[in-house]
Structures are given as structure tokens and as C-alpha cells.
């Protein structure tokens, strides 16, 4: 039993709890287009406990059996979303999407599984991963969890080693800016890669300049630049380059893999693609903001609407979308994440005199709005094969659906994708073999989510140590230098 993903995870989840408590329901899908990464056919789809049991034309079942008729449709595997924040303190405040509206929202949006990033508490890893455990226990769908580092020493080595060996997490997340928050340093970053790549855990990385952002804020308010545009103008490009450059660099010394997250400039973008062709291992995740968005919503007089746009690395100016969709579909970005990072109006107006203080952070946590950016799905959804995880939807590509804050499910008051028009609609999502969504209802149940545990030393690991080995044979014989004996 196993979700058997492609990509993100690579090995796939290994001794993952997948399949544990799933419900007993019995379904058919007839007669639909069944859509995986490299091949389509007409077939039907058949469930039990949580798992398709066949794929095959024409199954013949009992009674017992709930029938969804999805002819004219595509079956598809459920979207897997690499980068949430559900339940987050920050900047003063917490995320209005806990793990249960959250999911909801995805699970109406055709996406069945995410990973949320745990934040320390105090620094301390295993606090975080507790309180992340405890927030998680009303979810509805399956969730993974990557891991924030945000300050260095002997404990916190030693805990990033429980996560990996015992926890299940595979990924830590460094973070270049947020300066006197999250941010860390290069000498820590060093350290953290080092202790990654011993422990076979992706390195991610937050990719600003967080000292230059500090000094591009002081800028802006000295200029009387208070509003939401000085949150664009205090961190340019320029900044997202630098540091998504220099964190490449390092993990190049330390010969480690890299994943820079919320890829959002042409610089940044730029800056993988050189690495990738000298043959270092670093992708790069785009986000659907930076994706279909641009800047210019933040010069809106209006407060409430310019601040919901607020993000970091900020969204950028018109052109950065369509070479970041480019960079997309020929591989030099390899999945993409919503970071789905909702605060509501009345949190978003702690900014209303000061842009630093609105919180960073903007909704959008559903797969739709990416289907028609990605044909080949394979690096961000499941399969649809005997043996994986039921977590499929039904899309119609005759109908359409409109993104409206009054339909979305989330908590917030607001949507960056208000009265964005989508081609295709996600009629079914079935989460864990369950209809988790039908006829624009969503029918969950919280606490029937499981934890996906992720295994170490993923595909980008291959050849690590191979060229480590050349590395060492390429130093000659260490000089011996002898001091003068006269
Ligand atoms: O503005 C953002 N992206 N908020 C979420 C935290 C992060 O940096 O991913
Ligand atoms: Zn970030
Ligand atoms: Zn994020
Ligand atoms: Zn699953």
C-alpha cells in the first residue's frame, strides 16, 4: 500500500501508515478517461478500503458497490500539494486555515495530499513536530510534514536526526530572510547542510536576502513609503537572485541537493537552471501565485485589497509568471506548491500603517488552478494504479468554475484568484477511497486524514557519493612540508 508518487518524494513514502483506517466503502468509476503521467486509457476504476483494487474496461461489481459514472470525464490522480502553511504562527499571528479548513478547501479544489512545513517552538524541533501533531489530529486528508531549522546546536543536530530516522520527515526548510524571526545565517546554513546530507534529508531554502531586505524596508519608510507597494519594492528580484545563487553555491560546496521553494523571479529561476546545467542537483518549486499572478494589485488604493496580495519572495512584475510557466513545462522547475499561507482582512490590516507588519502570506491551496499550467502531471499527483492509494478525482472538462472567497471553503475572507475563471471543473475528489466532494458539497470528516511518513536519501541523492569519492581522488597526496632543521 503505498502512494506510489513519482516525484516529489522519489522513493516513494517507504514504511508509510498509508491505508491504516481507511473506510471500508466499495466504489466504481465507469467508462472515464483514466489520466497518469506518461499514458490515458477508457477504463474503469475499482476501490476497496481505500486502494484501486483493478483498472480495466468494463468491470462488472455487486450491489454493494457505489457506481460514479464518468463518461466524457477525466479520472485523476488526487493533487499533491509540496508546500502549506496550515495553523502557523507568524508575524504576530496565526494562519486562519487550521488542518481541517485547510484540507477542506483543497479536498473541493482536487487536491488530496500536502505537506505543511512544522515550525519550531522556541527553537526546539521536537516541541514543533508535537504541536504540529496535535494540530493535524482534525485533518481529512493525508498530510506530510517538512521541518523548519531556525537556530544551531547540539540539540538541535541531534533532533533533526530523530526526525529523519524516527518521524518520518525528509525535507528541513532554511530560511534567508525574515531577519530576527526565522532567518538564520550562512555559517548555521553550513552546518545544517552538512548535517542533511549525512542524514540522506533534502535541504529547502527560503531564497531572499533577509540583511538587504532590512535595509530595502528602511529605504521605503524613510522615502514615505508605508503601503503595501513598499512591501514589492523593499525586496526586488535582485534579492531573490542573490540568495537563491548563493544557497546553491553552498549546497554545490557541501555536495548536497537542494530544493529552492516559492521560486518566484526570472532571476531566481535563471540562477537553478545555470546550476542544473553544470550537472549540480537543485530544483526549484514555483508557486501558483507566482505562476498566474503579477504585482500590480499592490498598488491598489484600496488597503484591503492591495495587502492580500502580500507574500514572500514577493509576486513580481508582469512577464517573471509566463517565464516561470515556461521554465515549468520544460523541466527546469520540477513541481508546484500553492503555499497556501491564509491571513484574513483583519489580520492583514496589523499593516494598515506600517507594510512591514502585514502578515506575509497569500490563500490558494487547490490543484485546479494548475491543471491547465502542467499537461504532464507527473511530477506533482499520484497514479492511478492497482495497488496505490485511492485519492482521485473526476474532472469535467466541459464545465467550468469560477474562484470566488464565497465559495472556496477556506476560512479567509479573501482570494488573490477572485473571479478567476477555470476551464475544467473538479466534480469528484475521493480521498482515502471516501467521496470527500460531490455535487459542490464536501462531505468530510475530521480525523480521517493519516500521517504519510517520508523516507531519507531520495532520487536526488544518486551519485552523491560518487562524486564525493571523485572529489577526494582529484586532491592530490596531502604536502608535506618540513619546517628547516638548521
Ligand atoms: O509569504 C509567505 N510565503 N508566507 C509563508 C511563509 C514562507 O516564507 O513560506
Ligand atoms: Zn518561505
Ligand atoms: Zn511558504
Ligand atoms: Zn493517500
Redesign the pocket.
Known amino acids: 500500500k503505498s502512494h506510489s508518487i513519482p516525484g516529489f518524494c522519489g522513493v516513494g513514502y517507504g514504511d508509510s501508515e498509508c491505508g491504516i483506517g481507511s473506510s471500508s466503502s466499495k466504489l466504481l468509476i465507469k467508462g472515464g478517461t483514466v489520466v497518469n503521467a506518461h499514458h490515458q486509457e477508457i477504463a474503469d476504476v475499482y476501490v476497496e478500503d481505500g486502494i484501486i483494487v483493478s483498472l480495466q474496461p468494463n468491470i462488472m461489481v455487486g450491489d454493494d458497490v457505489t457506481v460514479l459514472d464518468a463518461t466524457g470525464k477525466y479520472v485523476m490522480p488526487g493533487g499533491i500539494d509540496p508546500?502549506?502553511?496550515l495553523a502557523m504562527e507568524f508575524m504576530g499571528t496565526e494562519t486562519i486555515d487550521d488542518f481541517f479548513s485547510g484540507q477542506a478547501a483543497a479536498l473541493a479544489g482536487g487536491t488530496t495530499m500536502h505537506i505543511d512545513?512544522v515550525i519550531p517552538v522556541n527553537g526546539s524541533l521536537t516541541a514543533g513536530f508535537e504541536s504540529y501533531t496535535q494540530k493535524a489530529k482534525k485533518s481529512c486528508m493525508d498530510y506530510g510534514f517538512h521541518m523548519a531549522v531556525t537556530k544551531w546546536d547540539e540539540v538541535v543536530a541531534r533532533d533533526m536526526e530523530i526526525m529523519v530516522k524516527d518521524k518520518g520527515i525528509n525535507s528541513f526548510?532554511f530560511f534567508l530572510a525574515y531577519k530576527g524571526s526565522l532567518m538564520i545565517n550562512d555559517e548555521l546554513l553550513l552546518e545544517a547542510f552538512k548535517k542533511c546530507k549525512s542524514l540522506g534529508a533534502l535541504t529547502m531554502v527560503?531564497a531572499e536576502n533577509g540583511d538587504a531586505v532590512a535595509e530595502g524596508q528602511k529605504r521605503m519608510i524613510e522615502l514615505g513609503i508605508t503601503g503595501p507597494e513598499g512591501h514589492p519594492l523593499s525586496r526586488p528580484p535582485v534579492l531573490e537572485g542573490e540568495a537563491t545563487a548563493r544557497a546553491i553555491r553552498l549546497a554545490g560546496f557541501i555536495n548536497t541537493p537542494l530544493y529552492i521553494?516559492?521560486v518566484m523571479s526570472i532571476d531566481a529561476m535563471e540562477e537553478i537552471a545555470k546550476a542544473q546545467k553544470l550537472g549540480q542537483k537543485v530544483i526549484g518549486e514555483p508557486?501558483t501565485s507566482g505562476l498566474v499572478l503579477d504585482d500590480s494589485k499592490l498598488w491598489d488604493p484600496d488597503f484591503t485589497t492591495a495587502a492580500k496580495y502580500v507574500?514572500s519572495p514577493p509576486i513580481r512584475k508582469l512577464g517573471h509568471g509566463k517565464a516561470l510557466q515556461a521554465a515549468l513545462s520544460t523541466g527546469v522547475l520540477q513541481l508546484v506548491?500553492t503555499?497556501h499561507?491564509t491571513f484574513n482582512s483583519t489580520q492583514k490590516a496589523f499593516g494598515i500603517d506600517d507594510f512591514r507588519k502585514i502578515p506575509n502570506?497569500v490563500n490558494g491551496v487547490r490543484s485546479d488552478i494548475c491543471y491547465r499550467l502542467c499537461a504532464d502531471n507527473k511530477y506533482r499527483m499520484g497514479a492511478i494504479l492497482a495497488g496505490s492509494d485511492a485519492d482521485i478525482i473526476i474532472l469535467n472538462p466541459n464545465s467550468s468554475v469560477q474562484i470566488s472567497a464565497k465559495s472556496h471553503h477556506s476560512r479567509t475572507d479573501t482570494n488573490v484568484y477572485e473571479g478567476l475563471k477555470l476551464k475544467g471543473k473538479v466534480e469528484v475528489t475521493i480521498a482515502g477511497g471516501r467521496v470527500v466532494w460531490e455535487n459542490d458539497e464536501l462531505k468530510v470528516i475530521p480525523g480521517s486524514g493519516r500521517y504519510i511518513k517520508m523516507s531519507p536519501f531520495n532520487y536526488l541523492f544518486n551519485g552523491i557519493s560518487k562524486a564525493d569519492a571523485a572529489y577526494l581522488s582529484s586532491l592530490k597526496a596531502p604536502v608535506r612540508r618540513f619546517r628547516d632543521q638548521s
Open positions: 508546500h502549506t502553511h512545513f526548510k527560503h521553494v516559492h508557486v507574500m506548491g503555499d499561507c502570506g
